[in-house]
């Protein structure tokens, strides 16, 4: 994990190991998983360029710059420094105003902003106090942390993204690449491109989104754009999506679509859910963003004696609500004192007890996973669903 206050400053050099200026702030998209895209450079003569994070080797040691083609601030985009450090932001589990210290940086699978510090070692921190006040009173400093699931920034929540393509260049992008940039842009935004494009177009888009973003977005549609949306999607990825939405507000959808698609899709949704439950197992831990890895390993350490597998912990807020995950090896890489935050991944793979065995496949292969968390429509974990246990069926026919 990195803290901007430890990057800002840091020399930035060509191919050649010659310096060019420093980093002076870096950028990131304004979406549910606020993926870092550019750093900013200030040059010798005390101007300042964009480049891609795709330019540069890493952040550690010296920023090396392997690309010098400059880019420009996309509508969707913000400074870490400019539009977030020092900024006042809504704690939304404490509902109330705190003010950002510093910012924590995952590294991997992607850079991104995992959370902020509210607390006085973020202050510390840009002093290079931190370990010296550490040393002396020879015990750990507690680190006030608030993951991003948690946080509205003030400025970004009044601000307005701006659709920076026009609506007839829409027709011509791919649902999949439509899909791969609303992933990058608000949820608000991405309601208003959708509604731009045939409805059949974004029933496309929706179903090629990751499944976290897939739902928040439905979750804000009207019955009848969803009605229209399940219309054209596959019945699968339908019964699927319908999960997601209250009990009433899924009687609604359905009795706006014709009688065929509705008695498929109640088919599905009745016989899919023995399917998942019959697998799943509750084998499983869950953890907070504030808990250090010390104490994520020994509660692994002695409640997991009965476990047959335990490949991934997964972190909930305050009302439960899955937000985050993490893998043993990334466990494993962190000093004890290092919160969840910093090395939890924010875009997890997740199912549904109504998701179809062939579904949960291709999301188990998409996301890479050895085993997936099945949750409900409040983003509760049921359970989890092994890779070997749900292919185990189909294999036995073979």
């Known amino acids: 994990m990195l803290y901007i206050s430890e990057l800002l400053d840091k020399p930035v050099v060509t191919k050649g190991k010659q ?3 420093k980093l002076a702030d870096l950028v990131f998209v304004t979406s549910e998983v606020p993926y870092i895209t550019k750093i900013q450079v200030q040059t010798k003569k005390n101007t300042h360029k964009l480049y891609s994070i795709q330019s540069i080797k890493s952040l550690n040691g010296t920023v090396d710059l392997i690309e010098m ?10 400074f870490i420094g400019a539009n977030l450090l020092d900024q006042q932001i809504i704690d939304i589990k404490g509902k109330n105003i705190v003010r950002v210290n510093d910012v ?3 590294e991997k699978p992607d850079l991104a902003i995992s959370g902020i510090d ?5 202050i510390l921190r840009w002093f290079n106090l931190e370990r010296p006040i550490t040393a002396i009173t020879k015990r750990p400093i ?3 942390l608030l993951p991003w699931s948690e946080i509205q920034p003030l400025e970004l929540a009044r601000g307005k993204v701006v659709l920076n393509k026009e609506e007839h260049k829409l027709k011509s992008i791919q649902p999949e690449d439509l899909a791969d940039y609303l992933e990058k842009t608000t949820i608000h935004n991405a309601m208003r491109i959708l509604s731009l494009v045939t409805k059949e177009t974004a029933s496309e888009v929706i179903q090629n989104l990751n499944i976290n973003y897939q739902t928040q977005i439905f979750r804000q549609m009207t019955p ?3 009605a229209e949306i399940v219309r054209y999607a596959d019945p699968d990825e339908a019964a699927d999506l319908l999960l997601t939405v209250s009990l009433e507000k899924k009687e609604h959808i359905l009795s706006l679509v014709s009688k065929e698609k509705k008695k498929e899709l109640e088919f599905l949704l009745s016989h899919a859910e023995t399917v998942i439950g019959e697998l799943m197992t509750t084998e499983f831990l869950t953890f907070s963003a504030e808990d250090t890895a010390k104490t994520v390993m020994d509660r692994i350490k002695y409640e997991t004696g009965e476990f047959s597998n335990f490949p991934y912990g997964y972190v909930v807020n305050k009302k439960e609500e899955l937000i985050g995950v993490f893998s043993l090896h990334e466990l494993l890489l962190q000093s004890e004192y290092n919160q969840v935050l910093k090395f939890m991944n924010q875009n997890v793979g997740v199912i549904y007890l109504t ?4 579904i949960a496949i291709r999301r188990m292969l998409k996301y890479k996973l ?3 968390p099945v949750i409900d429509a409040h983003r509760q974990i049921l359970g989890i669903v092994t890779f070997d246990d749900v292919v185990e069926p189909i294999l036995e026919k073979m």
């Open 19 to 21: 310096k060019i200026g």
């Open 69 to 78: 083609d400059e880019v420009s601030l996309a509508e969707n985009e913000a």
């Open 104 to 106: 924590v940086i995952q």
């Open 118 to 122: 509210i607390g006085w070692t973020g």
């Open 142 to 144: 507690h680190h006030t």
């Open 224 to 226: 009848e754009m969803a």
């Open 355 to 358: 998701t179809p065995r062939s």
């Open 370 to 372: 050895r085993a997936i």
